[in-house]
């Protein structure tokens, strides 16, 4: 199940480049792809919930666990930028980003 978490989140990461390459354009990114990108996101942390549920993940499932609803919150906070058509800021379009990345790479040394 951490495979396809972390395929979820490499999807997701595709994604997200895109959205914040837009932004980064001062352009808004278009709707059905923030869709993809959350509905990915929830999705890979649905199923590193179920892998702690489990009981015997490593440690550095729950360190990207919280990683990564960290991230999903700055995600949450984005798009109500999104939804009043105003650009977000470009920190914290870069803060979400890297604090996924950190979230992703963590689960990836379970992972390997």
Known sequence: MLTYALLAFAVAAIGGLVLASRV???RLAPWPLSLI???LGALGLALLIAV???????PAVTTALVLLVVAALGGFFLASFHLR?????VAV????????????LALL???L
């Open 24 to 26: 980064l354009r001062a």
């Open 37 to 39: 990108h959350a509905g």
């Open 52 to 58: 702690l549920v489990q009981g015997n993940a490593p």
């Open 85 to 89: 058509d105003r650009l977000p800021p």
């Open 93 to 104: 379009v870069v803060i979400h980003a890297g604090v996924a990345v950190a979230g992703v």
């Open 109 to 111: 040394s379970a992972v």
